[in-house]
């Protein structure tokens, strides 16, 4: 088969972002361009996302975008292969814009569109940058989501363990609002944390040690929330303090999914766990993983943070793989706010994005 030409729009949270992705299944493909618009600015006053502000946000950019990521490629619409945008999960405001503009493009080019799941965009970057083979074993760490998933195959993902309260990301963002720094938090705790003493404040560790691969992290953001309205605290010790724990979380309910995954898929000899999503930017959770990855024979993968944060170039490629199998969707095609990865899992926090103002 010759090369595919995939042309991605995402607009599911507060990124607008459109991108032309070139290559074949495994991967690694080629990146032609890859155009992100962060709205960070303009929900910064707010603390969190704001659903209405967003969708607009799309609306007024995402035309720009698509033509600049055309010319970035230096590329017509004429040689795109298929029209990939986000369907869900998401802000459905966000959602429909980006989905609608692509019915709209492949509607006027006669090109095929591609409905893309925004999480399977997430899971299959480290075939895009990396050229990653299934099975793998997927940790997904953003604002929105906090997953445990075995990717047996494109769109056959087993789902081991999801959170029960908030996302990861949310908690690094929530805790960074009760310490008073500013949005969005996960890079701002980091970097405090780095100057911090991780032992200065005894935090809650919640889940830890007890069997399974759910995850837990209201209680830790609500110690942390005691801990400010009773004491005088060190940001940068409070900082240190909450991404030690949240590092104990992850790297427990992760070893837990490890030995799943070798009971699972006994044959595969060396596999990967790829770590995707916003917070696999954080470099001591980078660490800790590598280093538990290592012990259990795993072969760590982080895609490079410009593609573990949202961006269009995930979700072309995605739409790639199932083009690549001759998967194509309706014009009519509905965007969805919830869509988990795994149809037999449940729903508990699937990806729906809350407004977390
Ligand atoms: O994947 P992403 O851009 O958007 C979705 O949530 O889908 O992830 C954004 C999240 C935010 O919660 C942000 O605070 C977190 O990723 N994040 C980090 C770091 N960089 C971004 N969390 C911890 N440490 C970081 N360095
Ligand atoms: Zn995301």
Redesign the pocket.
Known sequence: MNNLTILGLET????TAAAVVRGLPPGPGQILSNVVFSQTEAHAPYGGVVPEIASRAHLEILDGLIERALGDAGISLDEIDAIAATAGP?LIGGVMVGLTTAKALALASGKPLIAVN?LAG?ALTARLTDGVDFPFLLLL?????CQLLAAADVGKYRLYGTTMDD???????KT?KILGLP?????????HAARGNPRAYALPRPLLGRAGMDFSFSGLKTAVRQLVTQNQVNIDDACASF?AA?IDILRDRTAHALARFREDFPDTPRPALVV??????????GSALAKLADQHGFEIRVPP?RY????AAMIAWAGLERFALGERDPLDVSPKARWPLDASGDNRHS?E?QQSA
């Not at 599911?12 to 990124?15: G, N, P």
């Not at 996302?167 to 963002?173: H, K, L, Q, S, T």
């Not at 949005?183 to 970097?191: A, F, I, K, L, Q």
């Open positions: 599911s949270c507060d990124e998401g925004h997430h760490v953003s604002g929105g989501h996302a990861v990301g949310e908690a690094f963002d960074a949005y969005p938090g996960g890079p701002n705790v980091e970097s991404q949240a995707a999503g916003g917070v696999a930017a954080n470099a001591a959770i943070p573990c944060t949202d961006n990806g994005r």
